[in-house]
């Protein structure tokens, strides 16, 4: 399984980014997919999850910000994310769960100036 980041940037405080995350190789289209994110000197948490139903789960901090679907006929899962603040500089990694493991893109690097 290969997962492959798209999206990210720098942009300013108050605006908008679209990522994209592309899975290859043995997919379920119920394979849950999600969204997380590292900044510098933290741990990695999650920003946003999808099931392959369809049902969304978000971190609080991003809640009416952001949003996560997913086109399972092309294996892909999105975030868009708006209003973006300094805070949500961040490295954002796309994962999905294919039993028995998790598999990690390479990651997307997001700076929000201020």
């Known amino acids: 399984v290969q997962l492959v980041e798209s999206g990210g940037g720098l942009v300013q405080a108050g605006g908008s980014l679209r990522l994209s995350c592309a899975a290859s190789g043995t997919i379920f289209s119920i394979s849950p997919m999600g969204w997380y994110r590292q900044a510098p000197g933290k741990q990695r948490e999650l920003v946003a999850a999808i099931s392959g139903r369809g049902s969304t789960n978000y971190a609080d901090s991003v809640k009416g910000r952001c949003t996560i679907s997913r086109d399972n006929a092309k294996n892909t899962v999105y975030l868009e994310m708006n209003s973006l603040k300094p805070e949500d500089t961040a490295v954002y990694y796309c994962?999905?769960?294919?039993?028995?493991?998790?598999?990690w893109g390479q990651g997307t690097q997001v700076t929000v100036s201020s």
């Open positions: 994962q999905i769960y294919v039993i028995p493991r998790d598999y």
